[in-house]
């Protein structure tokens, strides 16, 4: 006979897409000021960029950044107006009511696991109140740690600054290689969908959410 599953303690929620609305096109139209690329064609540029990685595990700083695209796409964008625009991507409204927290932190370790630049971070931090929920020792960025999904250290990155165990937390992330990867580790994963969803799976996991 199996052993039961440990309770739940500890939940660890991805940012982009599950959190906050994502639209990278948004701040492609804004870097494609005087250059001859179209939005598309710059964002498949820095996704196949040999320094993106980089920029995403923090090895490269937000001005070196700005500067390493302005000299291989072109274009003429002060710090300050390449900022403003690759904030764009990211959606002023919340997908989540903070009502979710604020049950879930009543019984639960709660914390962030997100692959994500120094730019983003600042913006985010700044723009969004449900950080409040969130210490800063909760929030794992892999610009931070060195490490993004799916790589195994920044899960145990997460789980040590949560003081957690992998059998009793749950990951919840919109990409599916992500939730498995999590899994692979010993943690519960839940790919997300939609709030409802997520309300219910994660009450099917034991979390007691008002209705």
């Known amino acids: ?12 929620f991805d940012i982009g897409r599950v959190l906050v609305r994502v639209d990278v096109s948004r701040a492609m139209q804004g870097l494609a000021q005087g250059i ?7 964002w498949t540029a820095i996704e196949k ?14 001005r070196d950044w700005h500067l390493h695209l302005a000299k291989r796409l072109g274009g003429s964008l002060s ?20 009502s979710l927290f604020e049950s879930l932190r009543k019984n639960f370790r709660i914390g962030l696991l997100s ?26 960025y ?11 250290l920044i ?16 990951f919840i992330d919109d990409i599916e290689a992500y939730v498995n990867a999590a899994r692979s580790l010993g943690l519960h994963g ?10 219910a799976e994660l009450k099917g996991l034991g979390a007691n959410l008002p209705a």
Not at 190 to 199: G, M, T
Request: glycine share 2%; aromatic share 10%.
């Open 1 to 12: 006979m199996a052993a039961p599953h440990p309770p739940l303690r500890t939940i660890i």
């Open 190 to 199: 839940i790919h997300y969908q939609s709030p409802a969803q997520l309300r």
């Open 49 to 62: 960029d040999p320094r993106f990685q980089d920029w995403q595990e923090g090895r490269i700083s937000a």
């Open 155 to 170: 899960f145990r990155d997460a789980l040590k600054s949560l003081r957690a165990k992998a059998e009793s937390s749950v």
């Open 115 to 140: 692959n994500t630049d120094p730019i983003h971070v600042a913006h985010l931090e700044a723009t969004f109140d449900f950080f409040r929920f969130f210490p800063k020792s909760t929030r794992t």
């Open 79 to 98: 710090f300050e107006q390449f900022t403003e625009a690759w904030n764009r991507a990211l959606d002023p409204q919340p997908i989540q009511n903070n």
């Open 142 to 152: 892999s610009c931070v740690v060195g490490a993004s999904k799916p790589s195994p």
């Open 36 to 42: 001859s690329l179209s939005p598309q064609e710059i």
